[in-house]
């Protein structure tokens, strides 16, 4: 059996992993194509996961947050692109969803007046900003949901073959 890890600092693949107990042992029978030695790598941050190990191991772990974490946090075009999303639960994410939405449309007219002409002029550069903070914080609560209910898929407790005839009919 494997030794337990008294890290402090743990990043979130170790996390997921030691949720699960497995050993890195286990854990490498389970993603198969990872070595329990590349799993410590990963772990200890000597090396940086490949896309397709986070895959495995999001898959393997049924952490489909792992992939929000590498691209955030690891990857040098999603670290200036891809906002990392905290887990939430689905009334925080309906509600922060709702409130957005609610001050989008408030909102609209004004980004109607100021995108009409083609340009943004600069008296209308503040509201403009403003506007897209708040279409970027409607983007990062879809992208919440979308990350829920992929958890909630991988856990069982939504219907996958539902879930995928309708989504792909």
Not at 32 to 60: F, Q
Not at 135 to 140: F, N
Request: proline share 5%; glycine share 4%.
């Amino acid at each position: 059996m494997g030794r337990v890890s008294v890290k402090e600092n743990k990043n979130m693949y170790q996390l997921k992993r030691e949720e699960l107990g497995l050993s890195r042992e286990k854990a490498s029978e389970l993603l198969e194509g990872l070595s329990p030695e590349r799993i410590e790598k990963i772990e200890s941050e000597k090396s940086v996961p490949h896309p397709d190990e986070v895959l495995l191991m999001a898959r393997g772990y049924k952490a489909p947050a792992l992939c929000n974490y590498f691209c955030a946090r690891e990857c040098p075009i999603g670290q200036t692109h891809v906002p990392e999303i905290a887990p939430r639960s689905l009334p925080q994410i309906v509600l922060e969803m709702l409130a957005s939405l609610n001050a989008m449309q408030q909102k609209r007219d004004r980004l109607i007046e100021i995108t009409s002409n083609g340009q943004v002029e600069d008296e209308e550069v503040e509201d403009f900003v403003r506007i897209q903070e708040n279409l970027a914080k409607i983007s990062e609560t879809a992208e919440g949901l979308r990350l829920w209910a992929e958890r909630m898929l991988a856990e069982g407790h939504i219907n996958m073959e539902l879930y995928e005839r309708y989504k792909n009919p």
